[in-house]
């Protein structure tokens, strides 16, 4: 079997697949439970040891069980919404690996902490069982419902409330990244608002290499750039000219960022504001508050635009169904 082919009968074996992955992540971490060998099992890069890899031995041994019941039980409409559950689980353990392209930048800094090879494979594999588990929920879900398993059985035309709502999509998020774009390229201009400490914000002399503090001398922030082109990304997903752009590449950046940078966001947006009220002590050093709340905080609502503007451009590309013949584009809806 092809992978083309592979690809193509997903909802047949997506389940049996997130069964198999489970039963290994599970042993993976009962072993390493056991044994103590580094296999990179932690909470978000963070919790390693004996518990949090005795813990994710239980947990990963449920999803199993629960994979199972996806398997035998394909009438239960509860089973979905707890597939989902183990979904965020899986994006919980690969947190990390959905923001590795950030290492890609290493040449613009230095001194930086060496790459623990075993836990960006855990991560990226617990990624990889994030996908299975969608897919397997998705298609339980759609058997029980009665609709094509291919494509839920549901068209959709261009031009419909659909292309507005992911026209805001696409605005929203770039909104979203407007405070941080603009706070990071006043700070390389010299402009400190929000900033306490001494020297350069963003541009520690001591990790940044000689190329990036040449650039931010220059009135240019790196991740400026790069928040740059998130908006553009958002963008091309949301207006008539993405669609001139390959597709795939396209949904897997959209979904990539959306999974890292939402709760990525969420949690700087919280401390952020928690620790502007008083309520917790302490904060990002030479930091004021409010930029960890709005300037960083934004990365959520970007996330969760994107997600939506991504979701759009997936359904408004998404051709013809070929197992049940639903129309899904202008051409084969004959503009009915």
Known sequence: MTPKTLLATWPSWAGRAALVWSLLYAAGAALAALTGPAFGY?????????????????????????????????????????????????LTSGFPALLSPVRLLFFLSRNQDPVDRAALANQFFAVLGAVLWGCAALAHRRRTLGTCAYCGGRGHRPGTTESGLATRAGLVAVTALVPYTVLKTLWALGVTPGYTGDGRPGADPEYTSDLGLWLYDHGVDV??????????????LTRPWGRRLPRLPLLALGWAGAGALAPFGAFLAAFGVLTWTGVISGGTADHAPWVVAVAYGGFCGYGLALARATRAHQRATRRACGRCGTAVTSASTGGA
């Not at 005795?54 to 239960?76: E, I, M, T």
């Not at 991740?223 to 091309?236: H, I, P, Y």
Request: aromatic share 6%; charged share 10%; glycine share 10%.
């Open 42 to 90: 932690a909470l978000l890069a963070k919790g390693t040891g004996t518990r949090p890899e005795a813990g994710a031995a239980v947990l990963y041994g449920a999803a199993a069980v629960l994979a199972y019941a996806l398997l035998r039980r394909p009438g239960v409409r509860w089973l979905p919404t707890a597939a989902w559950a183990v979904v965020a689980l899986c």
């Open 223 to 236: 991740t400026a750039v790069l928040a740059l082109l998130g908006m553009a990304l958002a963008l091309a």
